[in-house]
């Protein structure tokens, strides 16, 4: 028989939100309702005026050929008048800006190009999966550190370089965080760059939700700081911003060295996304911003039904300043159960899934990640099928078992 025992595959284990996908999958096909509040995939569409492009470049007969890996010029350049307008951070289209297949797609790209087998690379926990996979995926060793930005995670940065054999050359940060929804100011990136500046390691900084912040407070990017392109490259995304998930269209943009590092790894392994979606990427970013807008006032309402709701049902959820996501404690009396379990016993019993923080990183245990990718009416019944779950349990915390 033929060796079937990858290095890689021995690398990554068993994807534990994969389990709760799977019944969720189960559940339907046996005619369920389930309302699905696990996994961050948008429910509305593009503006038409983006579709309208896409269709109207695709009629051309000229534009089905391979595309550029790194982006078309136009693209680039949206991109750069978006950092221009939004944070006041001048770029170069042609050296500091990369159009990437979402920013998931980027990451892996670039630790692929900077990362090596035994590199140490610190990564928060808990955290989305691809930034600790991809560098695990190119051979790299994740030494994780807190995703709350107090002092404590400051302390463990140091700790980390004091202690840490190869020292650490890569940190990522995400905020707004996925999963936990957590957000810093522009001191914290003042800080970090100068950390990242004295320590000789390399910020990547994804930025996915850059636009789902609310109460006021938009978000910042690393950028924004003075010297941060000598150590950091930053990933943005269009998918919740412009509800164009299923696009893969995202971007990295900063320092000249990673971006071009980036760029010619991506030139081995693609060549780039098709050139109509690219240029109704270009229509989304240069043209009407009213959908951004309308999207975090959509994501907000949301928040605050799914609060409201789920609190009067007896599940207590602090609402998130940003992001699509809640990041919720267990409801203290099935605590013991942990994530994993408690998402399979809300899908069955309560036809509600969520997504188990332990999936994001042991640091995640106690937690579901709950996505606000339902309307209003919906979060609204998902509420009440937790209530009747809840109201259910006796005190061996067994559906149907008497009080």
Not at 169 to 184: M, Q, R
Not at 260 to 266: E, I
Not at 315 to 332: D, E, R, V
Not at 363 to 392: C, D, H, P, T, W
């Amino acid at each position: 028989m033929m060796d079937t025992d990858f290095y890689r595959m021995k690398r990554l284990p068993p994807y534990v939100i994969a389990e709760v996908n799977g019944l969720r999958a189960a559940a339907r096909a046996a005619g369920k309702d389930i309302i699905d509040l696990g996994m961050g995939n948008p429910d509305q569409p593009p503006p038409q005026h983006v579709i309208d492009k896409l269709c109207e470049v695709a009629r051309k007969p000229d534009a089905h050929g391979y595309s550029q890996s790194k982006g078309i010029p136009g693209l680039r350049k949206a991109q750069a008048n978006y950092y221009a307008n939004r944070f006041g951070v001048e770029l170069d289209p042609a050296t500091e800006v990369v159009v990437t297949m979402g920013s998931k797609e980027g990451l892996a790209s670039l630790a692929n190009a900077i990362t090596a087998p035994g590199d140490v690379v610190l990564a928060p926990n808990p955290s989305y999966p691809i930034h600790t996979f991809g560098f695990i995926i190119a051979g790299a060793t994740i030494r994780s550190v807190p995703t709350t930005p107090d002092e404590e995670y400051w302390r463990a940065l140091e700790s980390a370089m004091a202690y840490t054999v190869p020292r650490p050359s890569v940190l990522v940060v995400n905020y707004p965080s996925n999963p936990t929804a957590e957000v810093v100011d522009l001191a914290f990136y003042e800080r970090l760059v100068a950390w990242a500046r004295e320590n000789k390691v390399w910020v990547l900084s994804d930025l996915a939700y850059s636009e789902l912040y609310f109460d006021g407070k938009p978000t910042p990017s690393i950028m924004q700081v003075k010297g941060a392109k000598d150590v950091a490259v930053e990933f943005t995304s269009m998918s919740k911003t412009y509800s164009m998930a299923g696009w893969r269209m995202g971007f990295a943009v900063g320092n000249k060295e990673l971006i071009a590092a980036m760029t010619r790894v991506k030139s081995y392994l693609d060549y780039g996304a098709f050139t109509p979606i690219q240029a109704a990427a270009c229509a989304a970013l240069n043209g009407p911003q009213d959908i951004v807008e309308s999207n975090r006032l959509l994501y907000h309402k949301r928040r605050d039904v799914m609060v409201e709701a789920f609190g009067r049902a007896g599940w207590h959820i602090p609402p998130p300043p940003a992001s699509m996501f809640a990041w919720a404690p267990l409801p203290p009396a099935l605590k013991d159960m942990g994530s994993l379990e408690f998402s399979k016993q809300l899908l069955l019993h309560a036809e509600v899934a969520v997504a188990p923080g332990v999936g994001y990183g042991e640091e995640g245990e106690g937690f579901v990640r709950i996505a606000m990718v339902e309307n209003e009416q919906r979060l609204r019944q998902a509420a009440r099928n937790v209530k009747r779950y809840l109201a259910s349990l006796g005190h061996n915390g067994a559906p149907g078992s008497e009080n």
